[in-house]
């Protein structure tokens, strides 16, 4: 299949096609606990500003590496939140974290993507990481329990941060059958075979409630290394 | 009852019932005051453990704020996804040496109760399986039979246990208070302080370890979830103080036993054992014997009575004397048989004395020398008369009348009376040969005996009786005598019919006597 798709690209390369549509997240019980249970509270509330919107990410599986252009993007700590809160970034990007927030911030992740551990430092300061392995990052802030962050890290470009009303578009897709993922914080990923043909191909998703298995509740935790 | 036990219980029985009185208040008393003791020293002790381990518990968790963070929720996903324990394990040493040094247990476990990282002072102990992992409310637990304070801290992927031993602070709080402490879980003890008690004891009111006795309080604070923790002080002192009460209680009644018994020894050989004495000898005085003394010494009431008995004993000796002196010894247990006038017929010989020629014989006489003759005489004569079984019924002046046969029947007295007679004239010779001998003059004496049928008992007033025999033939025996030559004895035919075949006799003329219109039988004793 990988061969016919990389003939497609090389056979075709102005052939392209958009995959566009909305990733709906009907919120239940069990996101609504977790939520609740990230909700901001301690020392400082009065600093603390509502977090940034949590979109859906959207992605193509199991499509071969596309060499790109590393950017650079910056994630501050600011009102005692990750703003943006989710970001996808090429393979080899750089991200910098400066904290303009008056107090402290401890950002690191354990995630097998990355592993980075940023330290204490106020105001003004920034660090920043480059981000080689592709994957999900779970940031986490260790003096704020309740600081949540997501980069998604991807060797394609075949992938779309959606918007806040749930509307994505991949654009440039040579046409040719995937499988489609979707990903939002407080739920289960969900995979979805598409057909993309000449005209594009609209896929609506619906993310998976998890509130029957709570053992395997999990708060935005890594779910797929094939990006 | 004995007088003396009478005594010995008037003594032992009110001064024990004191004895008992005074322990049982003092045993209640102990009860009370040492037992309210030790019921506030156990509360005391309660509130400072709750204390102390309250404070140990909100030091534990100010402490351990760290583990509930984010770096240990991200950490042990990382070890429950991968399995790698690197990062969680570095974790845990940083922050335990954050604060000073690693707790003695701590664990993790994932959400299927999977262990990945152990810490227990019983280093081979099996994890507890997962049913009994602990409420995590309840901070006083146990883990591998240690007592812990725990908290554990619940993560998305794991929950981590960190537990602090508390043997140290339990050990303290026991030095401090002075009360034992017992920690069981589940019937197993945790922690004891006595080494010996085992939940099959008690674990509440009186607990027996050993010999020894405790007070036992279960009182799990409310984060225990252990049951029961049990405080428990040592009630030994309590029951020293109760065996010292008892046993001064058996020293006292031992004691008032003791007094008891001393008093009626006392009381015994003071009191009983003489009046004991005294009984027997009334007891032999009442059988005639007035020659009991009876000895007592001293000069109490008891020695006073003691020589009281003796000097009436003497007395009536004395009495009886002069009752064996005026009357024979058998008419006075006649009286002492029988006081009532009865009279009865018997046969009896009476023997009739008088002295001849006395009017002319005392004439110029001294009288108190008349009197020591007539004494010395009758003396002799009412010897030989006792020593032939006769009775010397009365002296009449210058003679006698003695009966045989009365008041008590004489076998053979006919010739018991003429051998009276026989004798009576043998001595009354050889008294005559003394007073020859002194230059004195001769008294000579008549006899008269006979025998018949006669009336005896007792004649006189209602107050004043004497014994005597009354009818016809004593009459005779009196005539017959006044017919005696001085040293002849006359017996009558009814006398001689009796004793004719062992007395010789000369059978005179007979002889006419006063009141009688015959004359009469009558014959000579010869020997």
């Given at each position: 299949?990988?061969?016919?798709?990389?003939?497609?690209?090389?056979?075709?390369?102005?052939?392209?096609?958009?995959?566009?549509g909305?990733?709906?997240?009907p919120?239940?019980?069990?996101?609504?606990?977790l939520?609740?249970?990230?909700?901001?509270?301690?020392?400082?509330?009065?600093?603390?500003?509502?977090?940034?919107?949590?979109?859906?990410?959207?992605?193509l599986?199991?499509?071969?590496?596309?060499?790109?252009?590393?950017?650079?993007?910056?994630?501050?700590?600011?009102?005692?939140?990750?703003?943006?809160?989710?970001?996808?970034?090429?393979?080899?990007?750089?991200?910098?974290?400066?904290n303009?927030?008056?107090?402290?911030?401890?950002?690191?992740?354990?995630?097998?993507?990355?592993?980075?551990?940023?330290?204490?430092?106020?105001?003004?300061?920034?660090?920043?990481?480059?981000?080689?392995?592709?994957?999900?990052?779970?940031?986490?802030?260790?003096?704020h329990?309740?600081?949540?962050?997501?980069?998604?890290?991807?060797?394609?470009?075949?992938?779309?941060?959606a918007?806040?009303?749930?509307?994505?578009s991949?654009?440039?897709?040579?046409?040719g059958?995937y499988?489609?993922?979707?990903?939002?914080?407080?739920f289960?990923?969900?995979?979805?075979?598409?057909?993309?043909?000449?005209?594009?191909?609209?896929?609506?998703?619906?993310?998976?409630?998890?509130?029957?298995?709570?053992?395997?509740?999990?708060?935005?935790?890594?779910?797929?290394?094939?990006? | 009852?004995?007088?003396?036990?009478k005594?010995?219980?008037?003594?032992?029985?009110?001064?024990?019932?004191?004895?008992?009185?005074?322990?049982?208040?003092?045993?209640?008393r102990?009860?009370?005051?040492?037992?309210?003791?030790?019921?506030?020293?156990?509360?005391?002790?309660?509130?400072?453990?709750?204390?102390?381990?309250?404070?140990?518990?909100?030091?534990?968790?100010?402490?351990?704020?760290?583990?509930?963070?984010?770096?240990?929720?991200?950490?042990?996903?990382?070890?429950?996804?991968s399995?790698?324990?690197?990062?969680?394990?570095?974790?845990?040493?940083?922050?335990?040496?954050?604060?000073?040094?690693?707790?003695?247990f701590?664990?993790?476990?994932?959400?299927?109760?999977?262990?990945?990282?152990?810490?227990?002072?019983?280093?081979?102990?099996?994890?507890?399986?997962?049913?009994?992992?602990?409420?995590?409310?309840?901070?006083?637990?146990?883990?591998?039979?240690?007592?812990?304070?725990?908290?554990?801290?619940?993560?998305?992927?794991?929950?981590?246990?960190?537990?602090?031993?508390?043997?140290?602070?339990?050990?303290?709080?026991?030095?401090?208070f002075?009360?034992?402490?017992?920690?069981?879980?589940?019937?197993?003890?945790?922690?004891?302080?006595?080494?010996?008690?085992s939940?099959?004891?008690?674990?509440?009111?009186?607990?027996?370890?050993?010999?020894?006795?405790?007070?036992?309080?279960?009182?799990?604070?409310?984060?225990?979830?252990?049951?029961?923790?049990?405080?428990?002080?040592?009630?030994?002192?309590?029951?020293?103080?109760?065996?010292?009460?008892?046993?001064?209680?058996?020293?006292?009644?031992?004691?008032?036993?003791?007094v008891?018994?001393?008093?009626?020894?006392?009381?015994?050989?003071g009191?009983?054992?003489?009046?004991?004495?005294l009984?027997?000898?009334?007891?032999?005085?009442?059988?005639?014997?007035?020659?009991v003394?009876?000895?007592?010494?001293?000069?109490?009431?008891?020695?006073?009575?003691g020589?009281?008995?003796?000097?009436?004993?003497?007395?009536l000796?004395?009495?009886?004397?002069?009752?064996?002196?005026?009357?024979?010894?058998?008419?006075?247990?006649?009286?002492?048989k029988?006081?009532?006038?009865?009279?009865?017929r018997?046969?009896?010989?009476?023997?009739?004395?008088?002295?001849?020629?006395?009017?002319?014989?005392?004439?110029?006489?001294?009288?108190?020398?008349?009197?020591?003759?007539?004494?010395?005489?009758?003396?002799?004569?009412?010897?030989?008369?006792?020593?032939?079984?006769?009775?010397?019924?009365?002296?009449?002046?210058?003679?006698?009348?003695?009966?045989?046969?009365?008041?008590?029947?004489?076998?053979?007295?006919?010739?018991?009376?003429?051998?009276?007679?026989?004798?009576?004239?043998?001595?009354?010779?050889?008294?005559?040969?003394?007073?020859?001998?002194?230059?004195?003059?001769?008294?000579?004496?008549?006899?008269?005996?006979?025998?018949?049928?006669?009336?005896?008992g007792?004649?006189?007033?209602?107050?004043?009786?004497?014994?005597?025999?009354?009818?016809?033939?004593?009459?005779?025996?009196?005539?017959?005598?006044?017919?005696?030559a001085?040293?002849?004895?006359?017996?009558?035919?009814?006398?001689?019919?009796?004793?004719?075949?062992?007395?010789?006799?000369?059978?005179?003329?007979?002889?006419?006597?006063?009141?009688?219109?015959?004359?009469?039988?009558?014959?000579?004793?010869?020997?």
């Amino acid at each position: 299949m990988r061969l016919t798709l990389a003939l497609l690209l090389l056979c075709s390369p102005q052939e392209s096609a958009t995959i566009s549509g909305k990733v709906s997240a009907p919120e239940g019980a069990a996101q609504k606990k977790l939520r609740a249970k990230i909700k901001y509270a301690g020392p400082g509330v009065e600093n603390h500003t509502a977090p940034d919107p949590s979109p859906a990410v959207v992605w193509l599986e199991k499509v071969p590496a596309v060499k790109m252009e590393p950017k650079t993007v910056e994630i501050r700590q600011e009102g005692l939140e990750i703003r943006p809160r989710v970001v996808a970034v090429p393979l080899g990007s750089t991200v910098k974290f400066p904290n303009q927030d008056d107090l402290f911030h401890n950002i690191f992740s354990y995630s097998k993507a990355k592993r980075f551990d940023l330290g204490r430092y106020p105001k003004g300061e920034s660090k920043s990481e480059t981000f080689d392995t592709k994957g999900q990052i779970d940031l986490r802030c260790e003096v704020h329990d309740f600081i949540r962050g997501y980069i998604h890290v991807f060797d394609h470009p075949y992938y779309a941060v959606a918007a806040e009303d749930g509307s994505y578009s991949i654009p440039k897709v040579p046409p040719g059958k995937y499988t489609l993922v979707a990903w939002k914080e407080f739920f289960e990923p969900v995979r979805q075979e598409v057909e993309v043909k000449a005209d594009g191909a609209k896929v609506d998703v619906t993310m998976a409630r998890f509130e029957d298995r709570p053992s395997d509740r999990k708060v935005g935790s890594a779910c797929c290394d094939a990006r | 009852m004995k007088f003396r036990t009478k005594i010995f219980l008037a003594i032992v029985l009110p001064s024990s019932a004191l004895v008992a009185v005074a322990v049982v208040v003092a045993l209640a008393r102990i009860t009370l005051e040492y037992e309210e003791q030790a019921r506030d020293q156990l509360s005391r002790s309660r509130e400072a453990f709750e204390g102390t381990i309250t404070e140990q518990l909100n030091q534990l968790v100010a402490l351990s704020k760290p583990f509930e963070g984010a770096r240990f929720e991200e950490a042990i996903r990382e070890a429950v996804d991968s399995g790698d324990l690197k990062t969680i394990q570095q974790q845990l040493d940083y922050q335990f040496q954050l604060v000073g040094g690693a707790p003695e247990f701590y664990e993790l476990r994932d959400k299927k109760d999977k262990v990945l990282l152990r810490k227990s002072p019983e280093r081979d102990a099996k994890p507890a399986p997962p049913q009994k992992w602990r409420d995590p409310e309840k901070a006083l637990t146990a883990f591998d039979g240690h007592p812990f304070l725990a908290i554990r801290y619940e993560h998305e992927k794991g929950t981590l246990v960190i537990g602090k031993l508390i043997t140290g602070t339990l050990s303290n709080l026991k030095k401090s208070f002075q009360i034992e402490i017992a920690l069981v879980d589940h019937g197993t003890t945790v922690f004891s302080s006595l080494p010996d008690w085992s939940p099959a004891m008690g674990a509440e009111g009186a607990v027996y370890v050993g010999r020894t006795r405790y007070l036992a309080v279960p009182a799990p604070p409310a984060f225990s979830e252990l049951t029961p923790v049990v405080f428990m002080a040592d009630m030994s002192p309590v029951d020293r103080a109760r065996l010292q009460a008892l046993l001064f209680g058996a020293g006292g009644i031992t004691v008032s036993i003791l007094v008891a018994v001393l008093v009626s020894m006392l009381i015994s050989t003071g009191i009983s054992t003489p009046v004991e004495t005294l009984v027997e000898a009334a007891h032999q005085v009442a059988a005639g014997d007035f020659k009991v003394k009876v000895e007592i010494g001293g000069q109490d009431e008891i020695g006073r009575l003691g020589s009281a008995f003796n000097e009436m004993t003497e007395g009536l000796r004395k009495r009886a004397e002069i009752m064996n002196k005026t009357l024979s010894p058998e008419v006075a247990e006649e009286f002492l048989k029988n006081t009532e006038r009865r009279p009865e017929r018997r046969t009896v010989t009476i023997v009739f004395m008088d002295i001849r020629g006395y009017t002319s014989g005392t004439e110029g006489m001294d009288p108190a020398e008349v009197m020591e003759m007539l004494n010395e005489l009758m003396d002799l004569l009412s010897k030989a008369i006792v020593r032939n079984g006769g009775i010397v019924n009365k002296f009449l002046g210058d003679g006698l009348m003695a009966m045989f046969g009365a008041p008590k029947p004489v076998e053979g007295h006919a010739l018991k009376a003429v051998r009276a007679g026989l004798e009576m004239q043998k001595w009354m010779a050889r008294w005559n040969d003394r007073r020859v001998a002194r230059g004195l003059n001769n008294f000579f004496s008549g006899i008269g005996i006979n025998t018949g049928q006669a009336m005896c008992g007792k004649v006189g007033a209602q107050d004043r009786m004497e014994y005597t025999l009354i009818g016809e033939e004593v009459n005779l025996a009196s005539r017959i005598c006044g017919k005696a030559a001085p040293k002849q004895v006359l017996i009558t035919k009814q006398t001689y019919d009796l004793v004719k075949d062992e007395i010789k006799v000369k059978e005179l003329e007979p002889v006419t006597v006063k009141g009688l219109s015959y004359p009469i039988k009558v014959y000579e004793v010869l020997e």
